[in-house]
T-cell receptor, first 113, second 112 residues
Framework: DAGVIQSPRHEVTEMGQEVTLRCKPISGHNSLFWYRQTMMRGLELLIY????????DSGMPEDRFSAKMPNASFSTLKIQPSEPRDSAVYFC???????????FGSGTRLTVV | GENVEQHPSTLSVQEGDSAVIKCTYSDSASNYFPWYKQELGKRPQLIID?????GEKKDQRIAVTLNKTAKHFSLHITETQPEDSAVYFCAASIGSGYALNFGKGTSLLVTP
């Protein structure tokens, strides 16, 4: 298994542009999580899905952020319009229903200039 | 969301010594407590976890203890090695559900 796959690995964009981050969970994992990591705030839960349904999006910072999971093998996190304070590493993680631990992807390092 | 407090934020030990990292949580419904290790520029990786019906769990040089009454849990690393140097995160389940709240991390440095 290739693990949780995120793309792109790095993204540099200008303020005001739309950014789309992508995640492919491990096959058979029913839950998918998006986290944001910064030095100041650590790992923050943004949103998570179970069986492709959004369960809790209370961590999404504002309306500029949106996430979708159209099928069991793909999820996107979109920021529109992006701002410099959105610069962070965004991690996707997945887990199966019958186990506890997450498997994280390699992350997307986003820089908004 | 509910808070997970982690201490210390940095820890420096000599090779061979023990390291202890402590966390407290506030959600009395939390029932799952994992620990993750993150090396520089890499993804967090699960190293050990414990459920609320267990007080202690050990895996070679690492162990985790849980005091559910006091709502705190700790990571113990014995006979530390330079390759143990990394950032360690504790986490607690949000209620008894799937999602996790993470502590802010402890940067551990093991010097030869």
């Amino acid at each position: 298994d290739a693990g949780v796959i995120q793309s792109p690995r790095h993204e540099v964009t200008e303020m005001g542009q739309e950014v789309t981050l992508r995640c492919k969970p491990i096959s058979g994992h029913n839950s998918l999580f998006w986290y944001r990591q910064t030095m100041m705030r650590g790992l923050e839960l943004l949103i998570y899905f179970n069986n492709n349904v959004p369960i809790d999006d209370s961590g999404m910072p504002e309306d500029r952020f949106s996430a979708k999971m159209p099928n069991a093998s793909f999820s996107t996190l979109k920021i529109q319009p992006s701002e410099p304070r959105d610069s962070a590493v965004y991690f996707c993680a997945s887990r199966p229903d019958r186990a506890d631990g997450y498997t994280f992807g390699s992350g997307t390092r986003l820089t908004v200039v | 969301g509910e808070n997970v407090e982690q201490h210390p934020s940095t820890l420096s030990v000599q090779e061979g010594d023990s390291a202890v990292i402590k966390c407290t949580y506030s959600d009395s419904a939390s029932n799952y407590f994992p620990w993750y290790k993150q090396e520089l520029g890499k993804r967090p990786q699960l190293i050990i976890d414990i459920r609320s019906n267990v007080g202690e769990k050990k895996d070679q040089r690492i162990a985790v203890t849980l005091n559910k009454t006091a709502k705190h849990f700790s990571l113990h690393i014995t006979e530390t090695q330079p390759e143990d140097s990394a950032v360690y995160f504790c986490a607690a389940s949000i209620g008894s559900g799937y999602a996790l709240n993470f502590g802010k991390g402890t940067s551990l440095l093991v010097t030869p």
